[in-house]
């Protein structure tokens, strides 16, 4: 770890210690401001604003280090920040055999390639394609990372068939403007409908990996 991250993770480990704030904060405390500054590391990239995005990823920086400061005080099975730097380490090496061993990878179709074999092999305790999405997600996203995973299992996850594609991101972001808009208009919660329909497409696949 560099002297910079160093002092970082140690001037976390005095707040942690001497801030009676910080002393009484859990993980499930943090998940609202870890969830904050991810979205203002975000808004900084799309506005490209370097000196915010400096910031910002320093404030998310903060974040983990502070579950760090957090897990390492636990009584059961504590670990810290080198921990959570040695682990992430080894994950990259071992996602990256094109970088660190004798792997070929000369696209970036290629390098997704190994990068999925590897994650399969670390999860082979996993039943189902669902499985690792979590649920918290936003329910766009989440959205489109289940149809992702359920192309796997479905011939054909997508509800809709019939509707004209939009023709770029802008057409699509108007789209989905116009459905929140309607949404809005008719008294329906957009929120709440798309969650219900994921939930929907989530017991087919369960139901087409059942057999």
Request: glycine share 4%; charged share 30%; with cysteine.
């Amino acid at each position: 770890m560099s002297d910079a991250l160093r002092d970082a993770a140690e001037t976390m480990r005095a707040v942690r210690e001497r801030c009676v704030w910080s002393q009484r904060i859990t993980h499930r405390d943090l998940v609202p401001y870890l969830i904050e500054e991810s979205h203002e590391v975000i808004d900084a990239v799309e506005s490209d604003d370097r000196a915010d995005l400096r910031e910002e990823l320093g404030d998310l920086l903060w974040q983990v280090l502070f579950h760090a400061a957090i897990a390492a005080q636990d009584p059961d099975d504590p670990f810290d920040i080198d921990d959570v730097a040695r682990t992430l380490t080894e994950k990259m090496v071992r996602r990256h055999p094109h970088v660190f061993a004798d792997a070929v990878a000369t696209t970036p179709e290629e390098v997704l390639v190994h990068w999925n074999a590897a994650k399969a092999a670390e999860k082979r305790e996993r039943t189902s394609v669902l499985d690792g999405v979590p649920s918290g997600m936003p329910s766009l996203a989440r959205a489109q990372k289940i149809l992702g995973r359920a192309a796997a299992v479905l011939p054909d996850p997508s509800p809709v068939h019939d509707l004209e594609p939009p023709a770029s991101e802008p057409e699509l972001g108007d789209a989905l403007l116009a459905l929140v808009a309607q949404a809005r208009t008719r008294g329906w919660d957009a929120e709440r409908a798309l969650r219900e329909r994921i939930r929907v497409l989530e017991d087919e696949v369960r139901a087409a990996e059942s057999g």
